[in-house]
């Protein structure tokens, strides 16, 4: 289970661990299920209990950007580590997904 | 160069594989004392190339997928990942950044580019039907020495 915090149209989820192939696919039923109420416009991702990402995070990233994209609203992330930032950077992800430094932003 | 180390594990195509070789390729570089950062560096490479033998290689059916690696005058890393599934028929296009042949299992396309700029050293050797063939090297500068090194100055 995901940890969630909802506030108005926006959901705050933390993800934890691993952010693999082999992961992605439960993160991804989780998170689309949250997103099945057409209300929530914003995800913020709180990636500060995530030890480990790969290019497939990317790919889970951008996926439940398309779907936030089409009710007019979008993605952000926080906590991001040095590690995991190479990667979001290096996929030009940092053009369309927010990245705020601290959690008081996000839920502001 | 002199061969210090060397290991081989071969394992089934299944996605929890994936966390398993970033395990065991971090305990074997271990040896070289790397920093946090390279070790980093290293999973997440293996990573992007076990995912790929799975994901695109077996195309989710069963097949083995072998990690071998080496270490050579104590700082350098080789690694090497191979599957004998389905091959690449254009190399050079499937390495291209946001290339992917899989678009709707919400694959980036960005693996080749995580593992060129994770490592030093990169080729691919694959042809349809005859499986593919990773290799990676990555110098490691080691803690110690970097330590040693402060040290002396
Ligand atoms: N082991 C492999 N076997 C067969 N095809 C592969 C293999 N590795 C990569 N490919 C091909 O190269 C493409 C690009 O790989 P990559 O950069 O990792 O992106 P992604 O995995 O997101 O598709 C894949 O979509 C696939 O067509
Ligand atoms: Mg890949």
């Known amino acids: 289970m995901l940890r969630s915090i909802r506030d108005g149209d926006k959901l ?3 993800l934890d661990g ?17 997103l099945a109420d057409p209300t929530i416009r914003q995800l913020i991702l709180d990636f500060s209990g995530l030890t480990f990402m790969d290019s497939s995070g990317i790919g889970v990233i951008l996926g439940r950007y398309r779907i936030l994209r089409e009710r007019g609203g979008g993605v952000s992330v926080i906590h ?3 590690h995991i930032a190479r990667i979001f950077h290096m996929s030009g ?8 430094d601290r959690k008081q932003e996000a839920v502001r | ?26 305990a074997f570089a271990m040896q070289l004392s790397p920093t946090v950062c390279e070790i980093a560096d290293i999973k997440t490479a293996v990573s992007e190339a076990v995912t790929n033998a799975i994901v695109h ?19 350098l890393l080789s690694i090497e990942i191979s599957d004998q ?23 980036s396309g960005m693996g080749f580019a995580v593992m060129q700029t994770f490592m030093d050293e990169l080729s691919v050797e694959s042809a349809p039907g005859k499986g593919t ?21």
Do not use: W
Not at chain 1, 18 to 34: G, M, T, Y
Not at chain 2, 3 to 25: C, D, G, H, K, P
Not at chain 2, 86 to 93: D, L, M
């Open chain 2, 57 to 75: 290689g077996y195309e989710g059916t069963r097949g083995m997928v072998t990690l071998r690696a080496s270490i050579h005058d104590h700082a």
């Open chain 1, 80 to 82: 991001m580590n040095d």
């Open chain 1, 12 to 14: 705050l989820v933390g």
């Open chain 2, 85 to 107: 599934g389905k091959g690449i028929a254009n190399i050079q296009q499937a390495m291209e950044p946001f290339f992917t042949t899989r678009p709707e299992q919400e694959r």
């Open chain 2, 1 to 26: 160069m002199m061969r210090n180390n060397e290991m081989q594990t071969t394992f089934l195509s299944v996605a929890e594989n994936e966390a398993f070789a970033r395990v065991v390729i971090a």
């Open chain 2, 133 to 153: 063939l990773i290799r990676m090297k990555k110098r490691i500068r080691s803690r110690d020495m970097l330590e040693n090194a402060t040290h002396i100055l």
């Open chain 1, 18 to 34: 691993e952010l693999d192939h082999f992961c992605a696919q439960s993160i991804r039923r989780e998170l689309d299920s949250q």
């Open chain 1, 93 to 100: 992800m940092g053009k369309v997904i927010r990245q705020l």
